[in-house]
């Protein structure tokens, strides 16, 4: 299978320097210990180092839970958004500055509950980022209430008898939405798999979905043992086009399949399996068109004249003018 | 050899430079403090918050950590919480400015005096929204008490602050005891009164009902019924008299306050002091007291006896006659007020120096804090021998000697960081040793006492280290050295940057040795000589790796220091023999404190240095064997060492089989060790034991140091592992207690 990459990509990858993993390290993570999102932190910047990315180069985007603290712990650019925003502003991002590499990071309450809206059309649009679902089945930072993907009977704050409705499925749903183009799932305990998927996630072309298992040790601290502690209960989707399960791995992890990540009706199969945690690239279609692609990005806002002229323009805004070419008097 | 360079060594070599332009007068300070130059634009330690009416761990706070409380209750995430944080710390900025000043008040007072100058500085608006952010911080309820800078007189404020806050609780006590025994003995004597003649008298009958209802009863009559009951089971004299007698000396005890009884009738003398500016004072007015200990003591022993009616006189007349000094238990000694003695080094005579060796001797309550501001001495003379602490490490090293003695050596700097041994020490129920450097130096005033202090811990010169005998019986609970800075290192390591003559930014790592802190000190600039910037070349080596050259290297090279004057312009100064040896002696001493703090340590290298190699021997050997075999039968395949892996899916989460990779060393199950690549980077091992598990360039957990840490902490680490990847090994120290149900904890992990 051809990588696609994009020319802008190629042309920074001409001054890169040696960046190591601690480059993209800034204020250490105020997670609770035991916390799944630090395994997906160190899962990125590992990728980052691996891929030599700059730091100017990278823009990590959230909106709002322990998840979405994400992007202050990447000494990248950032942008802690607002609760359920993270894909539209995003979607600027990638709108005005093509040529940066864009992250999401979005917790299960922030993309499927208050983002949902949100978060279908932004599989349609299908514009080329990373998109990271920390999905712990609970609300972490508002501490302990039930999310649409906590499943049906968990205790919360707000359920103290047990949820009532049946979980909301963020793989089937997300393969639902017309032009989707990636879907994978991980589970946040076997880093190198996180890993891999993560990385082919960054080179697919187009929005890629990652639903990360992620386990919240503060409010649900057995929710996820089960899984854990029985590695026959995870499925690991395997095929050349997917992620190869090393031997190591597979001796550990018995259950596997292979799965053609062009098989959009297996990929739906295997996201509603009940009792296995499928892990692998459920679904992949390199064609879906980006909507960046289709619309143009309009002129790009980089180069010397432009940043001069969009500068001089703010400082304007804080100029004190003489009486005479007072902004009255200039019209 | 250049001429420059030829000076610079004839002047390392004999101290002695041509033309000799020294910079005898000139302000240096080292290069890794040029960026503070005004303390109070930092958020630091300091200054500190004696907080009123605390008990416990809170009796001093930081007063950052203050604002950072009060924000996390009040400051929501958004617009408004950013609003109100900024708000917050423009006042503390504003406090820490007066404090600098030199403004004495509490925190209240402060708060007020910042808010009125903050106030004053801005228009109506943006005062409206202040008062508000303020108004709002206050609602949350701040905690109040004296605030105070890190200067000359902060150890002796602290100390006695903490103490109080010690017997504050400890009177608190004494006193719900003492109280306690008072109400119910009186109250036997009460009911023992009421079957007396004088209490069934016509008197005493119409005070008892008061004056409005007097003319409604006959007291005669009354007084004539109630004289015919019985009055048997009264109280004995004896016991009578034993009673008033133990009450007599509950509420004229001078140990504790008691509060004024509500019929005024008590006489309380006023009660001791236990504070003291000398040990001899101290010692011969605890000698003093002890008769009156004992008195108290038995009074409470008595009383106890007496209120279940338990006193026999046959037995305990004879035991409480006996009971005299030596019936002391520590116990006892640690229910009375322990003392405080503040000492400073400066004015402490020889007289004083020995009862202070008796003192800490004694296995008695008496805390000393003993406060030096000169850690170097003198220059003795002529040869210019450092005297190098001499005074405060060895008061320390000399304490932790005497094996029963609590010791806390700490310079002002890390008082803060320290306060739970501070409490730890007055608590304990022996002497205390607290040596700490103030950092108020004459002889480096431009360097603010906060920056000497931390500098002395910084380069060794004055490590933090604390001893704490009640703590478990061998050295590696008693003793810590683990609050220094990069402990595990001759010298911390610091990155330092700065602009070179083109104005390009330049980032070097410089390590602060014993000589960059002897550098800001004037009155060894003759240990130093100015590098002219033309001399600067490969000859010059930073101290810290001059230390680590060989004999011949380091006969070629220049070791220097790199300082900054008033104008933070870099310098480099090259350092004389003499300092240089100083600089040695010093980094042994802290290398002698490594290994007391289990650093390093030289013993339990060996022993695993030896434990590998029988390992290895063994291996060796196992594999020849195998090996003839295989050449005797041809045919057979040699199995591999290692067990073949199990077929069945494991219910529990299994470690993987160890990686068959030949690459790799083989692994002893013996030997604690981590499936790194498996690891979730979750903190959950590097939380627990820093030094013994660390993330490697990939953030994934490692052992670095299995001996940095106990076994317990191992199994502890497996166990909190979610992922199941920790295996502890066998246990290094055959001494570590608890190690047979450690072991079989290990077990679902080996
Ligand atoms: C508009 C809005 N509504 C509600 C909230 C309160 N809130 C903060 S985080 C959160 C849910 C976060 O859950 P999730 O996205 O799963 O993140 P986690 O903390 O679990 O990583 C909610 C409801 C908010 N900040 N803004
Ligand atoms: S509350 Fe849960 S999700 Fe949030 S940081 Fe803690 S462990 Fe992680
Ligand atoms: S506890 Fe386990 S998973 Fe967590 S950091 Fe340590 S080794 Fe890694
Ligand atoms: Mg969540």
Known sequence: MAMSVSAPRCLQWSDREDYQLEDYEAEVPRWCTGCGDLAILAAVQRLCRDEQLPLEKLVFVSGIGCSSRFPHYMKTYGFHGLHGRALPVAEGIKLKRPDLHVFVNTGDGDCCSIGAAHWLHAIRYNMDMTVLLHDNEIYGLTKKQASPTSPRGLKSNTTPRGTHLEALNPLSTTLGVANVSFVAQAVDWVPTVLYEIISQAFHHKGLSFIRVVQRCPEFLPTHFDPWMHDPDRLLMLTHEDGIQASPELSRTYKQQEVHDPGEMNRAREIASLKDQIPVGILYRNDEAPCYEDVVGSGPPITGPEKIQASVEAELDKFTVWPPSEGREGRG | ?750
């Open chain 2, 1 to 750: 050899m250049s001429a420059g360079l030829r000076a610079l060594v004839r002047f390392h070599l004999t101290g002695e430079m041509e033309g000799d332009d020294r910079r005898a007068d000139s302000r240096l300070r080292s290069a890794l403090l040029a960026p503070y130059r005004d303390l109070s634009q930092l958020r630091y330690d300091y200054p500190l918050v004696l907080v009123e009416g605390s008990a416990g761990g809170g009796f001093v706070r930081s007063l950052s950590s203050v604002v950072d409380a009060v924000l996390r209750e009040i400051a929501p995430e958004g617009g408004q919480g950013e609003r109100l944080r900024k708000h917050l710390l423009r006042l503390e900025a504003a406090m820490r400015a007066l404090v600098a000043e030199g403004v004495e008040a509490t925190l209240s007072e402060l708060w007020r005096l910042a808010e009125h100058e903050l106030l004053s500085q801005c228009d109506e608006e943006a005062a409206g929204q202040l008062r508000e952010s303020f108004g709002q911080a206050e609602a949350a309820g701040l905690v109040d008490g004296r605030v105070i800078d890190c200067d000359d007189g902060t150890p002796s404020q602290l100390f006695q602050h903490a103490w109080d806050a010690v017997q504050h609780e400890r009177s608190r006590r004494a006193l719900e005891e003492i109280e306690g025994l008072l109400l119910r003995l009186s109250d036997i004597l009460k009911a023992d009164f009421q079957k007396s003649e004088e209490a069934k008298a016509p008197k005493n009958l119409r005070r008892s009902v008061g004056i409005r209802f007097e003319e409604s009863f006959d007291f005669e009559a009354l007084s004539r019924v109630l004289k015919t009951s019985s009055s048997e089971g009264s109280l004995s004299e004896s016991r009578r008299e034993r009673i008033r007698s133990v009450l007599s000396v509950l509420e004229s005890q001078r140990f504790f306050a008691l509060p004024t009884d509500a019929e005024g009738t008590r006489d309380q003398a006023a009660p001791h002091s236990f504070v003291f500016d000398s040990c001899t004072r101290a010692w011969e007015v605890f000698r003093e007291r002890v008769p009156e200990m004992l008195e108290l003591l038995k009074a409470i022993a008595i009383a106890e006896l007496e209120l279940e009616n338990r006193y026999r006189e046959s037995e305990h007349d004879a035991l409480f006659g006996r009971f005299g000094e030596t019936s002391l238990t520590p116990e006892d000694l640690a229910r009375f007020p322990s003392y405080l003695i503040r000492l400073h080094d400066k004015d402490c005579e020889e007289r004083e120096k020995a009862r202070l060796i008796d003192v800490l001797s004694s296995g008695l309550p008496l805390k000393i804090l003993v406060q030096t501001s000169d850690i170097l001495g003198k220059p003795s003379l002529g040869d210019g021998q450092f005297a190098l602490g001499v005074r405060g490490m060895q008061l320390a090293s000399m304490a932790v000697g005497l094996n029963s003695c609590f010791v806390l050596q700490s310079p002002s700097s890390d008082l803060y960081q320290m306060r739970d041994r501070i409490l730890g020490g007055l608590t304990y129920p022996g002497p205390a040793l607290f040596s700490v450097f103030t950092g108020a130096v004459e002889n480096a005033p431009d360097l603010p006492p906060y920056l000497e202090a931390a500098s002395a811990v910084q380069s060794r010169a004055f490590p933090v280290l604390a001893y704490d005998p009640g703590a478990g019986g061998d050295w590696a609970s008693r003793f810590e050295v683990t609050g220094n800075s990069q402990a595990e290192a001759d010298w911390p390591v610091h990155s330092f940057s700065y602009e070179d003559a083109d104005l390009q930014r330049v980032s070097e790592e410089i390590a602060f040795t014993f000589a960059d802190f002897v550098a800001s000190d004037r009155r060894y600039a003759g240990h130093f000589a100015p590098i002219p910037r033309e001399d600067w070349d490969e000859s010059l080596i930073p101290v810290r790796e001059y230390l680590g050259l060989a004999e011949e290297e380091a006969a070629r090279a220049v070791p220097y220091v790199s300082v900054v004057d008033e104008n933070d312009i870099l310098q480099k100064l090259v350092v004389d023999q003499k300092l240089i040896r100083a600089t040695r002696r010093c980094a042994e001493m802290w290398r002698g404190l490594q290994e007391l703090g289990g650093i390093q340590n030289s013993h339990a290298l060996n022993l695993l240095e030896r434990e590998r190699e029988t390992w290895e021997h063994e291996r060796e050997r196992e594999l020849d064997e195998l090996r003839e075999q295989a050449l005797r039968e041809p045919r057979a395949a040699v199995a591999p060492p290692a067990t073949a892996a199990g077929e069945a899916a494991p219910l529990v989460m299994q470690p993987s089989e160890p990686e068959t990779d030949t690459e790799t060393e083989p692994r002893s199950s013996d030997e604690p060790y981590i499936e790194t690549p498996r690891c979730t980077t979750c903190d959950e091992c590097t939380v627990l034991n820093s030094r013994m598990f660390a993330y490697d360039e990939n953030k994934q957990a490692h052992i670095v140091d299995p001996t940095a840490g106990t076994y317990r902490e191992l199994v502890e680490a497996a166990e909190a592992c979610q992922v199941c990847i920790i295996h502890p090994g066998k246990p290094m120290n055959p001494d570590e207690p608890g190690l047979d149900e450690l072991t079989r904890r290990a077990e679902a992990f080996n």
